[in-house]
């Protein structure tokens, strides 16, 4: 019975990526000179945008611990004896998570009320330090709405600045480098935040709808924790130098230290009575969104992920011939990455995990995930398809209602969340508002004692708890940090 149940899943799998026979190595051959490749980069790195060449391909099994082969027939043997395999698996490929801060401190530098009074606003510096005993700091933007009790947020990254979220003469102009480009017309350059950028990322960042709809929104420029660019990895000009090569021997990959970063948000949030430090979502787009993914699934404090275009190492398949691939992303973003990642390129089929088991740790709590209809590089198939393809552990705590392949042009809000979008690759007043449905869902709607959201998997007995950090060769967690100076100066 147990062969026949182990057959099942891999012919359920591989019905994800059965499309044809071409491989991607094959596939960097047939798109030269053809109407498959839209420059000689896609070439050279084997890009596929036609569904009759992506390729055949069988997904690991998501119940089954990838180093043994134990397979979960329930969801505490999940937790116990998988879970921790893939995170090891997942720390090879995105980089160990950095240790706890010797020294933490949170300081107010500024606060009031916004958005015509029906909100406070404060902006904080956290400040941090390692064993090398340097102090790096970074400041975070928070509106909450006024309200009788602890409230619900929305934490996400910004990409240019605090002051670019808003139209809010208060906002801060930070002093930092950031990536040069062009957001509503205007052309970030010379990698410096500028007041004369102030509000122009607004449509990314709906606060005034987020506050409407009963949530605080907390945001950090991600430039601001870890550069984004390879010099910031080689020369350590990121929030990592606060530990020595003896503490922390590996690459300063930066999805890590970005997640890292979040996760210290997390801990402010812990200090604060008028945000609900039980129902956090992490939110990210793009690259972000890979970040977003990866902290949901290691840090299990924060009760919701959400991903929005978060393509290839996000919420796409890696196995699935289509897209951006790790070919191409190892070369052009290598340093969001471990090194281990790169001897995957041209050879997905290697990998002993694919994106669905990530998306799978951070069951049961809610996953949401979006795609655009032309936002071809982040394959949105391959998005829906890791979802649907992380329902059998979603499957194990009790969660009936999940997305199918159905779902690919049909919203779905359930125990997961997807949307495909018509346009490009962004973030939008119309996403937002499938998150903000999603997480009324969840956060408001299914509050079990009117007052605070647990994080108990669905229909189990057996809580995954939240705590300050998951330990993957325990497969647990190992509770609160412990070794944090907690100030806060208001």
């Known amino acids: 019975m147990m062969k026949i149940k182990n057959i099942a899943v891999v012919l359920f799998v591989a019905l994800f990526c059965v499309f044809g026979a071409v491989s991607a190595k094959e596939a960097a051959k047939v798109s030269i000179g053809g109407k498959n490749a839209r420059n000689s980069w896609d070439e050279k790195h084997g890009i596929n945008y036609e569904e009759d060449r992506v390729g055949s391909c069988v997904l690991p099994d998501p119940l089954v611990n990838p180093h043994n082969g134990f397979r979960a027939s329930n969801a505490v043997e999940w937790i116990e004896k998988v879970r921790p395999a893939v995170v090891e698996e997942v720390e090879k490929l995105y980089g160990p998570a950095l240790p706890s801060p010797l020294q933490m401190r949170f300081e107010v530098e500024e606060s009031g009320e916004a958005f015509s009074g029906k909100a406070i606003r404060k902006q904080i510096r956290i400040y941090l330090k390692g064993d090398t005993g340097k102090e790096f700091s970074f400041g975070?933007?928070?509106?909450?709405?006024?309200?009788?009790?602890?409230?619900?947020?929305?934490?996400?990254?910004?990409?240019?600045?605090?002051?670019?979220?808003?139209?809010?003469?208060?906002?801060?102009?930070?002093?930092?480098?950031?990536?040069?480009?062009?957001?509503?017309?205007?052309?970030?350059?010379?990698?410096?935040?500028?007041?004369?950028?102030?509000?122009?990322?607004?449509?990314?960042?709906?606060?005034?709808?987020?506050?409407?709809?009963?949530?605080?929104?907390?945001?950090?420029?991600y430039c601001e924790a870890f550069p984004d660019t390879g010099e910031a990895a080689i020369n350590s000009k990121n929030i990592s130098a606060i530990f020595s090569d003896s503490v922390y021997p590996h690459k300063r990959a930066a999805i890590s230290v970005w997640s890292w970063a979040i996760s210290r948000v997390m801990d402010y949030i812990e200090s604060q009575p008028l945000l609900d430090k039980t129902r956090i979502a992490v939110v990210g787009h793009s690259r972000q969104g890979k970040t977003a993914l990866l902290t949901g699934a290691l840090d299990t404090r924060f009760a919701m992920a959400i991903s929005n275009g978060s393509g290839c190492m996000g919420a796409k398949l890696s196995r699935r011939n289509y897209g951006e691939n790790i070919s191409s992303i190892t070369e052009r973003f290598g340093y969001w990455f471990s090194d281990n990642l790169k001897k995957y390129a041209f050879a997905e089929g290697k990998m002993p995990i694919d994106q669905h088991q990530l998306l799978s740790l951070i069951a049961p709590r809610p996953v949401y995930v979006e795609s655009a209809s032309e936002d071809r590089w982040a394959d949105p198939k391959g998005q829906i398809?890791?979802?649907?393809?992380?329902?059998?552990?979603?499957?194990?705590?009790?969660?009936?209602?999940?997305?199918?392949?159905?779902?690919?042009?049909?919203?779905?809000?359930?125990?997961?969340?997807?949307?495909?979008?018509?346009?490009?690759?962004?973030?939008?007043?119309?996403?937002?508002?499938?998150?903000?449905k999603f997480a009324r869902k969840h956060f408001y709607d299914k509050r079990s004692d009117g007052n605070r959201h647990s994080n108990r998997e669905v229909g189990s007995s057996h809580p995954l708890q939240p705590c300050g950090s998951f330990s993957a060769k325990q497969g647990k967690c190992t509770g609160p940090l412990s070794n944090i100076t907690r100030l806060v100066i208001d």
Do not use: Q
């Open 140 to 221: 975070v933007l928070m509106y909450a709405p006024k309200a009788k009790g602890p409230v619900p947020a929305f934490v996400n990254m910004n990409f240019y600045g605090n002051h670019t979220v808003a139209d809010d003469p208060s906002i801060i102009v930070g002093k930092y480098w950031i990536k040069d480009g062009t957001i509503n017309g205007y052309k970030v350059r010379g990698n410096v935040p500028s007041a004369v950028a102030r509000g122009i990322h607004a449509f990314s960042h709906p606060i005034g709808a987020i506050l409407d709809a009963g949530f605080a929104y907390l945001t950090f420029c």
């Open 385 to 436: 398809s890791a979802l649907v393809a992380a329902n059998p552990v979603y499957g194990l705590f009790g969660a009936k209602d999940l997305p199918t392949m159905a779902n690919e042009n049909v919203p779905f809000c359930g125990a997961t969340g997807y949307h495909m979008r018509e346009g490009k690759h962004a973030l939008t007043e119309e996403d937002w508002e499938y998150f903000i």
